[in-house]
């Protein structure tokens, strides 16, 4: 009987602990598809691949916008559409209550789009900040983006995993097109290397075929021609490793041809 008992309870505990786990997991898609004002956003999430990547989280916070509004979104580039739909899911979780609990009703809430790397500027941040008329409003934390995308009302909340809120407008850092992209400049040296270096070759060397047209060469040079050492220290002297090696193949050769001769 004890043996029994003991076996329920394991039983019902990993019952208990599975439904709690279960609990837990939530589908943005299908929360938001509850609510058809919401079509397009959700739909910018699942072509973005970014409802996978809010689902997989434990603590999430999303800002959405209603189909009016999430047409800005929609006249962006592909890649610009992900970025500004990534800064509006906050890696934590926020509602009206927590949100009036912040301290001097401001703050910087980190946003999905910081942890890609792109951000810049502080364009990975959303404002939060508590007007004068107790309106909630938020804002890309940018220099000089606007604060104007106020809390409408709560679509969804499961404390503490899931809140989705609609804001008024949609949140754009004025940058954020250009967050990410490299110049249009030819690339520099790879780390390590250095542009001034020039490299060494032995093509001149190699290119004589025979002592005869070595010997040419040598008899058809200027009497006044600066001997092959200073020649080659004067186009680089920063690479005198490289030159010298050029130089003896030279003298050698040279010397090569005079004992034939």
């Excluded at 509850?34 to 397009?40: D, G, K, V």
Aim: proline share 5%; with cysteine; hydrophobic share 45%.
């Amino acid at each position: 009987m004890a043996c029994l008992r003991a076996t329920t309870a394991a039983l019902l505990l990993t019952l208990a602990s599975s439904a709690a786990a279960t609990a837990t997991k939530f589908n943005i898609t299908e929360v938001l598809n509850e609510s058809p004002e919401f079509l397009t956003f959700n739909s910018l999430l699942s072509k973005t691949n970014l409802a996978e990547e809010i689902n997989k989280r434990q603590t999430i916070t999303v800002l959405v916008v209603d189909n009016s509004a999430a047409s800005g979104i929609m006249s962006l580039p592909t890649d610009t559409q992900k970025k500004v739909l990534a800064v509006h899911v906050i890696l934590d979780y926020y509602d009206p209550m927590k949100l009036e609990t912040i301290e001097k009703g401001t703050a910087l809430l980190t946003s999905l789009f910081q942890t890609t790397g792109a951000a810049t500027d502080r364009m990975g941040f959303v404002n939060y900040t508590r007007s004068a008329d107790d309106q909630m409003v938020f804002g890309s934390a940018e220099p000089g983006a606007p604060l104007s995308s106020q809390l409408v009302k709560v679509v969804a909340c499961r404390p503490y995993n899931l809140s989705v809120m609609q804001v008024r407008a949609a949140i754009i850092p004025p940058s954020i097109s250009s967050s990410g992209t490299g110049s249009s400049a030819a690339p520099g040296p790879a780390y390590g290397s250095s542009s001034n270096v020039s490299v060494p070759t032995i093509t001149e060397a190699e290119t004589l075929e025979s002592s005869d047209e070595a010997s040419a060469l040598d008899d058809d040079a200027p009497a006044s021609s600066p001997p092959v050492h200073s020649a080659d220290a004067a186009a680089g002297a920063h690479t005198s490793a490289g030159n010298t090696v050029v130089v003896r193949t030279r003298v050698w050769l040279m010397g090569l041809v005079m004992l034939m001769v």
